[in-house]
Each structure stands twice: as C-alpha cells, then as structure tokens.
C-alpha cells in the first residue's frame, strides 16, 4: 500500500494511493497514519479490506498539499557514510561500523514544502536518502530477519545538511542537520510488502533541472536490515520511528571548488524507485 497524509499542516488526514493512481480518503477507516496505526495489524487489515472492496472516497488531488506520510515522529534516527561512493567522495574511510546521528522528530515536513536556507547559511547541500519506518517496538535485535519485521515501510528523504554548521563549528553533527524544515519526506509511506529487495532501488536528486545523484542502494555499506538491527543495540525503536540511511554520491561537499551549495531560489527534486517523488523551493530563513 501507498499510505500518505494530505491537507494544511497540522490539520492532514489519512489518504492512500490506490493502484489505478487514484487519491482515496482513509478518515472513516482510520484517525491518521501513526505509529500507533503501524503497530496494529488488525487496522491495516482493514485498511486493504476496505482499498480491495473499492470502498474508499476519491479525493481531488488538485491543489492539495501532501504532509509527511508518518504522524507524530519519535525519533530521527540517521546514518552517516553509509555509501561507498560518497565515501570515496568525501575522502573518508569506510566506517567499521554504522555512524550514527540524530535528528529532531520536528524538521519533519512534507515533501513540496518549502526548505528555509538557515540565516548565515553557506554551506547548505542536498542528500537524497531512503527512510525506513519502524512498524514495531525493537530493541536488542539478532538477526537481520527480525530486524527486515520490524520494519512497516519506506518513503523518500532528504536529509538536508548545512556543512559548515556540521562540520566547522564544533561539537558534533547536530548543528548542521536540525535547522527547520531540514527532513522532508514522502510523498508516501510504502508498505514494506511492495519493497522486496530495499538493496535494489534507484535514488536520484535534481538542483534547478541538472541531476546532481544518480545511486543505488546496493552501494549501501550497512543495508537496511543491519542498520536496524545495529540500531537497536543502543536505542528502543518504537512504531513510527524512521531511520534515514545514508545518501549517494554527488552531494555539493564532493564537488570541485567552488562547491554548488544551495540558494534562496533553488528548487530540488529528488526521487526513489516505487517511492515516489519530491519537490522543493528553497527560500531564506
């Protein structure tokens, strides 16, 4: 299923996108799409009940906004370095195990809202990332198959970053990775039954039209199943959770001098295979 939330910002309501490419009204089935509702098979049942009966309203889709697919984030949770050609890159060694750093569950926005460029900001870049979505408490997972179910689904990310807040001004990551709006994702929550291989998807991003990643997921150094599973050694993924895991090559750090960094102005599209597509304005903080 193609699970994703629609209307004004804080005010979405719980929407699917059937296989004809039709919007359809989840509010008379379900209050939203949560954790709480990624933890209840009984629910979701009912959920594909009512899409393969063709009960559920049409919406129009014209002008209407798509919000974040997950309501109520909990954690953030990303992973650095995690592909081998934005290693190389950057010029950092491959890791020995995942990096992992956190985002606050409110930079969270939809996928076309707009991207505020932080006051001061030179040093702004891109990344395109696969998120997972955690559909079930885990903590202290064994197996890479225990950690594949707890996972509900996956949805395009971008995991703006600010470089020079990141990187040059101490401290560790946070400064550069949780300025507001720096989490867009979307535009749908993807069950992970749709997903059979998440180490064989296609991630693309686009600045002003010239594509700038053009990866895969197979170059992940950890894949998704041992980045649950690692993650769960240190920390409790509760339903609703998301982990963002890691960007290809192609992000401005990489680049020649002077580095193409983001502007006022500059619009971003970025996509995932069977995910979906994003797009976003940036415009001053």
């Not at 209407?64 to 109520?72: D, E, S, Y």
Request: aromatic share 6%; charged share 25%.
């Amino acid at each position: 299923m193609k699970l994703l939330r629609v209307g004004t910002t804080g005010a979405e309501r719980p929407a699917l996108l059937d296989d004809a490419g039709v919007l359809r009204d989840l509010s008379g089935v379900v209050p939203d799409i949560d954790g709480a509702l990624l933890a209840d098979g009984a629910a979701l049942g009912r959920v594909r009940d009512a899409a393969g009966a063709g009960e559920l309203p049409a919406l129009d889709a014209n002008g209407l906004r798509i919000g974040p697919p997950v309501a109520r984030v909990g954690k953030a949770v990303c992973i650095g370095l995690n592909y081998h050609d934005h290693a190389r890159e950057t010029g950092a060694p491959i890791p020995e195990e995942p990096i992992i750093f956190m985002k606050a569950a409110d930079t969270v926005v939809g996928p076309d809202d707009t991207v505020l460029v932080p006051r001061g900001s030179e040093k702004t870049d891109w990344e395109v990332e696969l998120a997972v979505v955690i559909g079930r408490t885990a903590r202290y997972l064994v197996t890479h198959e225990e950690a594949l179910a707890a996972v509900a689904g996956y949805a395009v990310a971008h995991d703006v970053s600010e470089r020079e807040f990141q990187i040059e001004r101490g401290g560790q990551w946070d400064k550069g990775k949780n300025c507001e709006t720096f989490n867009p994702l979307g535009p749908w929550l993807v069950t992970a039954d749709e997903v059979p291989d998440p180490q064989a998807l296609g991630l693309r991003l686009w600045v002003n039209g010239e594509l700038k990643q053009n990866g895969t997921t197979a170059e992940q150094i950890f894949p998704v199943a041992e980045v649950v599973r690692y993650v769960s050694r240190f920390m409790t993924l509760y339903p609703g959770d998301i982990i963002n895991t890691g960007t290809p090559a192609g992000v401005a750090m990489g680049c020649p001098d002077p580095k193409p960094y983001l502007r006022p102005g500059d619009v971003v599209e970025l996509e995932i295979d069977g995910l979906g597509r994003q797009r976003q304005q940036l415009k001053a903080a």
